[in-house]
C-alpha cells in the first residue's frame, strides 16, 4: 500500500517553536528516498539529516538564501498531499478548534482522527 499522503508519524510542538527542529525526530528510524518539505524546513541541520538517511530533499531555498541548492520542482508538487491530510484532519471538529486544554488529549483525537483517515 502506498502510504503518500498519509499520516507515519505525527508530532505534537508547541505553537511558539520552529517546526524545522522536530524534522529529525519525525525521520529518526525511517528510509526514505525523498523527503519533501516546504520553505520552513529549508535548514543546513536538516537537509544534513536528510542527506545522512541517504535521501534526497525536495525543499524550495529561502529566497535571502546565498547558496541556493537545486530541489526537483516537478516532485516538490507532491507536496500537495501533505496540505490534503492537513485539509482532512482539520475537518474533525474537536482538531480543528481545539477546545481540549491538555496536550495529550488533543493529541489523541489527533491520532484517533489520523487512524480515520488512514482507514477510509
Known amino acids: 500500500m502506498d502510504a503518500l499522503?498519509?499520516?507515519?508519524?505525527?508530532?505534537?510542538?508547541?505553537?511558539?517553536?520552529?517546526?524545522?527542529?522536530?524534522g529529525a525526530p519525525l525521520l529518526k528510524g525511517l528510509k526514505p528516498r525523498?523527503?519533501?518539505a516546504d520553505?520552513?524546513?529549508?535548514?543546513?541541520?536538516?537537509h544534513d539529516t536528510i542527506?545522512?538517511?541517504?535521501?534526497d530533499p525536495v525543499i524550495p531555498p529561502r529566497p535571502q538564501r546565498r547558496?541556493?541548492?537545486?530541489?526537483?520542482?516537478?516532485m516538490y508538487?507532491?507536496?500537495?498531499?501533505?496540505?490534503h491530510f492537513l485539509a482532512k484532519l482539520k475537518?474533525?471538529?474537536?482538531?480543528a478548534t481545539r477546545y481540549d486544554k491538555l496536550?495529550?488529549?488533543?493529541?489523541?483525537?489527533?491520532l484517533i482522527a489520523a487512524i480515520i483517515i488512514w482507514l477510509n
Open 51 to 55: 542527506l545522512d538517511l541517504g535521501a
Open 67 to 74: 547558496r541556493k541548492h537545486a530541489f526537483d520542482k516537478a
Open 91 to 95: 475537518q474533525f471538529r474537536r482538531v
Open 5 to 22: 499522503g498519509l499520516p507515519i508519524r505525527l508530532l505534537l510542538s508547541p505553537g511558539n517553536r520552529g517546526d524545522v527542529i522536530y
Open 39 to 46: 520553505l520552513a524546513y529549508d535548514a543546513e541541520h536538516f
Open 34 to 36: 525523498h523527503v519533501i
Open 103 to 110: 496536550s495529550q488529549t488533543y493529541f489523541g483525537f489527533v
Open 77 to 83: 508538487k507532491e507536496r500537495n498531499l501533505v496540505e
